[in-house]
């Protein structure tokens, strides 16, 4: 069967429709609320060389990164029929810890078709506090650490292992929950793409993947030759690393040349004390997202756009880090930095297609403690929508989760039911948009009351200053942290912090607005 423009619309959607497919059986068998209401979770169809095929429209921090958790489990272990790979390890193949994959390869006749993937972010893997983003100074304080490890050999599954890994959290039983979610996701993609190859022939597969994939380069370098070629450079900072207290700079010039571009982090901090710090892989699925973005039309998502985008990160910076740093806070608030400073740049050589700074954070809450309705361990992990950034064509939208982050909230109804928690107000943050020609998209606020004993950790960013405006577009109202005690005493939170709560107190987070675009008329 040759490749024509049809042929290739047609696998386009096919190998997508397995990614999707394995994402609805894993949010409507997930256990918690974390990957059942949010769909904290991401999968995807990788070909026999492990490159990425396709995926669906999930988190793009998993998506990018999840090609070194496929490379990681080839690397380590080679994977034969009946096998599934687990793994979290940051400095082999992982984001954070909380974020776990499953790796599987597909057989069809004893023919390798490709690989199946899922990544699903645990409400808690354990560590120094509930739901596993600690404000730490090193990796073994954030959970427990998984690397490249089969759970399923040759169709037998590793009780102990998966035992081992559910009695190093708070909440086991919603572990392996999540984790049966996670492997029913993976036989799904296994079943569907046999499918595929037994109806059109693993030939027809291998070809239009490799199809696929020379079809996104071609669009991305399209793309790319028509900025102009130059160095375009630009600098933002982290609030602090939650140690230090310090900002921690982050740099990057963008060099375009001949259909290619290369993002140079040289300038960026060195890795730091605290929590913020990325692997490689997270810093390398910032800057696949935002060439994504400025590419733009319905192009194929996969590793073809990868073929055209270098990353030149350092090792021992912050967007490089070498174990055993902490990472934690890297995944969900530096990758959103990242993400800023790439844009940054690319609106030097690209403004009719770059929007300004959204929110730049994903205003992380977490609550563990005891249930006093079921006397058993919760943790409840929240990532809080914001403002997105005006762009050249329209304003931003308001309330919404943006860049690096695409999950739900928390229904309020599912929220009250699963924890002891209140929801006190949520509502949007009025004017708090940069102005400009096109506004920045309103923050929120969201205030929750704690019915119990907890623990309480705030891992977040914006605090300082806001989002960027670009165009003569002003910049987005920082976000503020408060907690009101039940005795009516008030304190502002620091971005990154982990404190005890009791029965009446409510924590207020308003998340920042995105940056406006264009001078306002």
């Given at each position: 069967?040759?490749?024509?423009?049809?042929?290739?619309?047609?696998?386009?959607n096919?190998l997508?429709?397995?990614?999707d497919e394995?994402g609805v059986?894993l949010g409507?068998?997930?256990?918690?609320a974390?990957?059942?209401?949010?769909?904290?979770?991401?999968?995807?169809?990788?070909?026999a060389?492990?490159?990425m095929?396709?995926?669906?429209?999930?988190?793009?921090?998993?998506?990018g990164?999840?090609?070194?958790?496929?490379?990681?489990?080839?690397?380590h272990?080679?994977?034969?029929?009946?096998?599934?790979?687990?793994?979290?390890d940051?400095?082999?193949?992982?984001?954070?810890?909380p974020?776990?994959?499953?790796?599987?390869?597909?057989?069809?006749?004893?023919?390798?078709?490709?690989?199946?993937?899922?990544?699903?972010?645990h409400?808690?893997?354990?560590?120094?506090?509930?739901?596993?983003?600690?404000?730490?100074?090193?990796?073994?304080?954030?959970g427990?650490?998984?690397?490249?490890?089969l759970?399923?050999?040759?169709?037998?599954?590793n009780?102990?292992?998966?035992?081992?890994?559910?009695?190093?959290?708070?909440?086991?039983?919603?572990?392996q929950?999540d984790f049966?979610?996670?492997?029913?996701?993976?036989?799904?993609?296994q079943?569907?793409?046999?499918?595929?190859?037994?109806?059109y022939g693993?030939?027809?597969?291998?070809?239009?993947?490799?199809?696929?994939?020379d079809y996104?380069?071609?669009?991305t370098?399209?793309?790319?030759?028509?900025?102009?070629?130059?160095?375009?450079?630009?600098?933002?900072?982290?609030?602090?690393?939650?140690?230090?207290?310090?900002?921690?700079?982050?740099?990057c010039?963008?060099?375009?040349?001949?259909?290619?571009?290369?993002?140079?982090?040289t300038?960026?901090?060195?890795?730091?004390?605290?929590?913020?710090?990325?692997?490689?892989?997270?810093?390398?699925?910032?800057?696949?997202?935002a060439?994504?973005?400025v590419?733009?039309?319905?192009?194929?998502?996969?590793?073809g756009?990868?073929?055209?985008?270098?990353?030149?990160?350092p090792?021992?910076?912050?967007?490089?880090?070498?174990?055993?740093?902490?990472?934690?806070?890297?995944?969900?608030e530096t990758s959103?930095?990242?993400?800023d400073?790439?844009?940054?740049?690319?609106?030097?050589?690209?403004?009719?297609?770059?929007?300004?700074?959204?929110?730049?954070?994903m205003?992380?809450?977490?609550?563990g403690?005891?249930?006093?309705?079921?006397?058993?361990?919760?943790?409840?992990?929240?990532?809080?929508?914001?403002?997105?950034?005006?762009?050249?064509?329209?304003?931003?939208?308001a309330?919404?989760?943006?860049h690096m982050?695409?999950?739900?909230?928390?229904?309020?109804?599912?929220?009250?039911?699963?924890?002891?928690?209140?929801?006190?107000?949520?509502?949007?943050?009025?004017?708090?948009?940069?102005r400009?020609?096109?506004?920045g998209?309103?923050?929120?606020?969201?205030?929750?009351?704690?019915?119990?004993?907890?623990?309480?950790?705030?891992?977040?960013?914006?605090?300082?200053?806001?989002?960027?405006?670009?165009?003569g577009?002003?910049?987005g109202a920082?976000?503020?942290?408060?907690?009101?005690?039940?005795d009516?005493?008030?304190?502002?939170?620091?971005?990154?912090?982990?404190?005890?709560?009791g029965p009446?107190?409510?924590?207020?987070?308003?998340?920042?607005?995105?940056g406006?675009?264009g001078?306002?008329e």
């Amino acid at each position: 069967m040759a490749v024509t423009p049809v042929s290739l619309e047609l696998w386009r959607n096919l190998l997508g429709s397995v990614a999707d497919e394995m994402g609805v059986t894993l949010g409507r068998t997930a256990y918690s609320a974390n990957m059942k209401e949010r769909r904290d979770y991401s999968c995807a169809v990788f070909d026999a060389k492990g490159a990425m095929a396709a995926q669906a429209a999930h988190i793009p921090v998993h998506l990018g990164a999840m090609t070194a958790s496929v490379r990681a489990a080839l690397d380590h272990l080679g994977l034969n029929e009946g096998d599934v790979a687990i793994l979290n390890d940051p400095y082999l193949g992982g984001t954070h810890l909380p974020d776990v994959s499953l790796i599987a390869p597909v057989f069809v006749d004893g023919e390798l078709a490709g690989y199946v993937a899922n990544r699903g972010h645990h409400a808690d893997i354990g560590g120094m506090a509930p739901g596993s983003l600690p404000v730490a100074t090193e990796l073994v304080q954030e959970g427990v650490i998984i690397p490249p490890l089969l759970l399923i050999e040759r169709g037998v599954m590793n009780d102990a292992l998966m035992a081992l890994i559910c009695r190093n959290t708070r909440t086991p039983e919603e572990r392996q929950g999540d984790f049966a979610a996670q492997l029913a996701a993976v036989r799904t993609g296994q079943r569907r793409l046999e499918a595929l190859a037994r109806r059109y022939g693993l030939a027809v597969v291998h070809e239009h993947m490799a199809a696929l994939l020379d079809y996104a380069e071609a669009l991305t370098r399209a793309a790319l030759r028509a900025a102009p070629e130059g160095s375009y450079r630009f600098e933002d900072a982290m609030d602090d690393d939650g140690v230090s207290g310090e900002p921690k700079p982050i740099v990057c010039t963008a060099r375009i040349a001949d259909g290619y571009v290369t993002f140079d982090f040289t300038g960026t901090a060195q890795e730091t004390e605290g929590c913020v710090n990325t692997p490689l892989a997270v810093t390398e699925s910032a800057a696949l997202y935002a060439v994504r973005c400025v590419v733009g039309g319905d192009m194929p998502q996969n590793d073809g756009v990868r073929r055209a985008v270098g990353v030149d990160a350092p090792s021992g910076s912050l967007v490089n880090a070498n174990p055993p740093h902490a990472v934690s806070g890297g995944n969900v608030e530096t990758s959103q930095r990242i993400t800023d400073v790439l844009f940054g740049c690319l609106a030097q050589a690209l403004p009719d297609r770059t929007p300004a700074a959204s929110q730049g954070t994903m205003n992380n809450v977490l609550v563990g403690g005891r249930d006093p309705r079921t006397g058993r361990a919760f943790t409840y992990y929240e990532t809080t929508a914001g403002g997105m950034g005006g762009g050249p064509s329209r304003a931003g939208a308001a309330a919404v989760h943006s860049h690096m982050t695409n999950t739900l909230n928390t229904p309020i109804e599912a929220m009250e039911f699963a924890f002891p928690l209140r929801l006190r107000r949520y509502a949007v943050r009025r004017d708090s948009g940069g102005r400009g020609r096109h506004p920045g998209g309103d923050g929120i606020v969201r205030e929750v009351e704690f019915l119990s004993p907890a623990k309480l950790t705030v891992i977040s960013e914006r605090r300082e200053s806001g989002p960027y405006g670009l165009a003569g577009g002003g910049p987005g109202a920082p976000g503020v942290n408060e907690l009101r005690r039940a005795d009516g005493k008030a304190e502002r939170v620091p971005a990154k912090a982990t404190l005890d709560v009791g029965p009446g107190d409510v924590f207020r987070v308003s998340t920042p607005g995105g940056g406006g675009w264009g001078a306002p008329e």
